[in-house]
């Protein structure tokens, strides 16, 4: 959520649609932490990621599919209290709404409340801690107040603060994390729903949970495996994370991450999209691609090309599909959209990363607004660079190895973990 993004009138749609979960638990220990994703009313039942390097000690907490995003389950506080919120690579903040809240969106669960929590720590101004977020500004009550703003308009401001975050080991008893930094969130606005109750930040900055987090479970580096959209509410997945949480096997490819000043996003390199049998550069003059030219965005939905990129995409899918595309409805607006009751068959398209292939299926890259409704689930953004988002992420395993600045694509049923 942290870069800027169109949204057109369907994936507003979409984020309706996506809010019917329910939220079960977390696993962890010291080797690692995973999260598991689970959609409303989902089945709590054992379960373990194929691919995952052979660590029986990998921690894991659970994360909820919800209205194109995906919510993380945590507990905070002493006692702890759990929250919900958005599991997002594109940004670092782990904030939920506090009480009190003057202007706070509505949200079902009640809003997290400091005063009953004996481990929770308001950031003095004067601290270091205070610093690490560009943000943070000096309160009347000499305490540290934050801002923070995504892409799609939505923002934060509260107070930085300190807090045991407690999640549960994979032998089912509870690991209490001390001091986490994060945002108790005062005055929050933007395109939230009740069900989120504020996000987790997961990107490669120093405020994020990865980073926060890496020395205790043995190294910066997590996996995820996300369900695709419209999956049956009652399937899981997960994500893992630290020590155990490599991608191996049979099938992998990996691409560098690539590094910018900006430690916060996970931006790789997109040399081109095959469509069917037809391989269209990124570049349209054919010349050498910018290095980290997309961002793998958790927190955004579908994928997101450049204007110029994204044209040439929608002609070759509209030319490989043999129905005639949707014109008349104005809910979906300019998107290419098809009228059918099952998803397409085809084309199949393999995004070409550096060094590594990514064939995306049907269920991947079109996606039913409604009924008997399939659009091509990517948008169209100004700039040079794009998006790669939740939507073409699902059904890999994909692993994130700081440490080694590569991320890893396995392809998985993440619905038959």
Request: overall charge negative.
């Amino acid at each position: 959520m942290a870069y800027p993004r169109r949204f057109h009138p369907w994936f507003l749609v979409i984020f309706l649609l996506c809010q019917l979960l329910h939220f079960p638990a977390i696993e962890a220990n010291n080797d690692g932490f995973s999260v598991k994703l689970i959609r409303r009313n989902s089945l709590r039942a054992p379960s373990r990621l194929m691919g995952l390097a052979n660590n029986p000690n990998t921690p894991h907490a659970t994360i909820y599919p919800y209205l194109g995003q995906h919510l993380m389950e945590l507990s905070i506080g002493t006692p702890p209290i759990r929250i919900f919120g958005i599991a997002d690579t594109g940004s670092d903040l782990i904030w939920t709404q506090c009480v009190p809240c003057s202007n706070c969106y509505n949200q079902i669960n009640p809003l997290f409340d400091p005063t009953k929590s004996s481990t929770y720590t308001n950031v003095p101004c004067e601290s270091e801690l205070c610093h690490k977020l560009d943000t943070g500004v000096c309160s009347p009550q000499k305490s540290c107040n934050y801002t923070y703003a995504y892409g799609d308009s939505s923002i934060t401001h509260g107070a930085l603060a300190q807090e045991t975050v407690t999640i549960t080991s994979t032998t089912g008893a509870p690991l209490s994390l001390k001091e986490i930094l994060f945002g108790c969130g005062h005055n929050d606005s933007g395109t939230f729903n009740d069900h989120e109750m504020g996000i987790i930040g997961l990107g490669g900055g120093p405020l994020s949970l990865i980073s926060q987090i890496s020395p205790l479970f043995g190294g910066k580096k997590f996996s995820q495996c996300l369900v695709p959209f419209h999956t049956d509410t009652r399937i899981s997945s997960r994500m893992s994370f630290g020590r155990g949480s490599e991608v191996s096997g049979d099938g992998v490819v990996s691409t560098p991450l690539v590094a910018s000043q900006d430690q916060t996003p996970y931006l790789v390199t997109l040399l081109g999209i095959s469509v069917g049998g037809i391989y269209l550069p990124f570049n349209s003059s054919q010349g050498n691609v910018a290095k980290g030219n997309m961002l793998i965005d958790s927190g955004t939905p579908p994928i997101y090309l450049p204007r110029q990129f994204y044209d040439r995409i929608v002609t070759q899918v509209r030319n490989e599909v043999a129905m005639e595309p949707i014109k008349d409805d104005p809910e979906l607006g300019s998107q290419l959209c098809y009228r059918t009751t099952n998803n397409l068959n085809g084309p199949l398209l393999t995004a070409h990363f550096e060094g590594a292939d990514v064939v995306l299926s049907p269920t991947q890259i079109f996606i039913p607004p409604k009924d008997g409704v399939f659009c091509l689930a990517i948008g169209e953004m100004d700039g040079e660079g794009g998006i790669y988002g939740n939507f073409a992420q699902s059904n890999y395993l994909i692993g994130f190895d700081l440490e080694r600045q590569v991320v890893s694509f396995k392809p998985t049923d993440c619905t038959k973990q």
